[in-house]
């Protein structure tokens, strides 16, 4: 249901990049993880505050308190309970009163940040995809869980600017131990056809990283990571400086979730597709699901799940872009 409002939402604004990016099976599994399990941690979720002036025409939103390298928020939030009952009946966008971006209204009260300040987006095509999502809830009660747009609007809005600096160097940190630089040996039956599938379909990425930023990728088979070479880490460690607080907020998002911050790089610069991503992401996992089978409720799960973070990243990423 998310998926399909999600979708008419973005036609409606006649913006098609945003859909072609959530083509095939990404956009049917976007809220899909959040059907399938939730958690009895309430804390981990957003939950919903009168104004302590007393102005019944402002709804805050308070995160949840938790200290962590990453800017994204942690993944219960995706799989959390309900925060309360839903305490609107429409959902509308308007240009904010500067004039420089777009609120979202929840009959006639302004959305706000955890932070009590306006929740401005900056296109009208997010603020109805994030309308979108408030729209989907149900009367029975608000589920955070699915709204992956608004976890990373807040995230961009209120994380990114007070800990730009840290977000970008905890990602360097995980850069020499990125998961397309770890390599498979090839000197036994079990590891050789992981290693043949990394060769065909990670090197044409180390090779566009190498022709992107002027130096090749070291690849090693140790667990504990590599060393690359100087040069091109503060290539990359420049380019996060140049992001805006959308952008770096969604790489830090498909980061995290693929444990790769040359795939994150890779989808930035329109290098890679979602599916493609995935592709990369899952490369063993699939080969053991092939020889060994799939199991239910596991591997099915970890599937979604993983569309789901990466999609919502993807399509942010996209109607975050002022055209």
């Known amino acids: 249901m998310a998926a399909s409002l999600l979708i ?10 945003p859909i072609k990016a959530l083509a095939g099976s990404s956009i049917r599994h ?22 302590s002036s007393g102005n019944n025409d402002e709804i805050y939103i308070k995160g949840p308190k938790q200290e962590t390298a990453s800017v994204t928020m942690p993944m219960s939030f995706m799989t959390g309970s309900i925060a309360g009952k839903r305490f609107y009946e429409q959902v509308s966008t308007r240009e904010a009163d500067d004039g420089n971006g777009w609120t979202v209204m929840l009959d006639y009260r302004t959305l706000k ?28 009660g608000v589920r ?12 961009a809005l209120e994380r990114v600017p007070l ?26 039956d079990l590891t050789s056809v992981v290693h043949e599938r990394q060769v065909e379909k990670i ?3 180390l090779n566009w990283l190498e022709s992107e930023f002027g130096f090749k990728p070291v690849v090693y088979s140790s667990f504990f990571g590599g060393k690359q070479e100087d040069g091109l880490i503060k290539a990359v460690e420049n ?66 799940d993983l569309r789901v973070q990466i999609s919502s990243a993807v399509v942010f990423l996209g109607l975050s872009r002022r055209i």
Request: charged letters at 25%.
């Open 203 to 205: 090197d044409p990425l």
């Open 239 to 304: 380019l996060l400086k140049k992001t805006d607080d959308c952008e770096l907020a969604a790489i830090d998002a498909i980061t995290a979730a693929a444990h790769s911050l040359t795939i994150a790089i890779g989808i930035f610069r329109g290098k890679l597709q979602i599916e493609e991503a995935i592709e990369l992401i899952r490369l063993e996992e699939d080969l053991q699901v092939d020889r060994w089978g799939l199991v239910e409720g596991g591997h099915d799960v970890d599937i979604a």
């Open 163 to 188: 800990t730009r600096p840290k977000i970008i160097d905890h990602l360097m940190k995980k850069f020499n131990q990125d998961l397309v630089f770890c390599r498979a040996p090839d000197d036994n």
């Open 8 to 17: 008419k939402t973005l036609r409606s604004i006649n913006n098609p990049n």
């Open 30 to 51: 976007l809220c899909s993880v959040a059907q399938a399990e939730q958690s009895d941690d309430s804390s981990s979720s957003f939950t919903f505050s009168p104004s």
């Open 113 to 140: 940040t955890p932070s009590k300040r306006p929740l401005k987006l900056p296109t009208l095509a997010l603020a109805k995809a994030v309308g979108a999502e408030w729209e989907y809830q149900q009367i029975d």
């Open 144 to 155: 955070p869980f699915t709204m992956p747009l608004m976890k990373l609007a807040c995230t």
